[in-house]
């Protein structure tokens, strides 16, 4: 386990059993954040603090499964977002996985990166943009699997993401009502 935090720069812990991957996916991530990695699951939970804004975590490990890791950083109640890597295709478990974002592996540094900046972003939102992101997030994961029988899942997921999006457009143009109260300051 290495702990590089010290500076202003977000926080992602890198939980992945593999020694060289986490080196490396450590080493793509820097210098623009603060990185912490752990080879194993109770190594993770150790790491795991409020400063850490972004988890990488891997679903397989030797200690702990990734899924009860994520649910044993939830019940801390830090305000942060999960990135759950795996190697195996998602099912329908992923649905119940406490997980903001789904990769599989192998993953490209533009992968890498790109996914902690979206998840950096989307922290700024609020709970339902989130939870709408999430679940998008893993409706791309399940339909560009292989993995049958998710067909079930996948319209439970559909179905709640369209309740969200009503809302969020509920919203929306309930603003659009607010326009003329808004001005600007000379």
């Known amino acids: 386990m290495s702990n590089e935090s010290d500076s202003a720069d977000p926080t992602v812990l890198v939980v992945e059993d593999d020694r060289d991957l986490a080196a490396t996916y450590s080493r793509w991530l820097e210098p623009e954040y603060d990185v912490r990695t752990s080879n194993s699951g109770s190594g993770a939970l150790t790491w795991y603090d409020s400063e850490v804004s972004v988890v990488i975590l891997d679903r397989r490990m030797p200690d702990i499964p990734g899924s009860t890791v994520i649910q044993k950083m939830n019940e801390r109640d830090i305000e ?11 099912g329908c478990d992923l649905v119940d996985i406490p997980c903001d974002e789904y990769l599989t592996k192998p993953l490209t540094k533009a992968e890498l990166r790109e996914t ?3 998840l950096q972003l989307r922290s700024q939102l609020d ?3 989130q939870r709408y992101f999430r679940l998008t997030s ?4 399940i339909e560009t699997s292989s993995t049958a029988g998710t067909e079930a899942a996948l319209e439970d997921l559909r179905r709640e993401v369209n309740r969200i999006r009503g809302q969020i457009q509920e919203r929306i143009d309930e603003l659009n009502g607010f326009d003329p109260a808004f001005r600007t300051i000379e």
């Open 80 to 90: 942060d977002q999960k990135a759950m890597l795996t190697s195996t295709e998602p």
């Open 116 to 118: 902690v900046n979206e």
């Open 127 to 129: 709970d339902e943009l």
């Open 138 to 141: 893993k409706i791309v994961a």
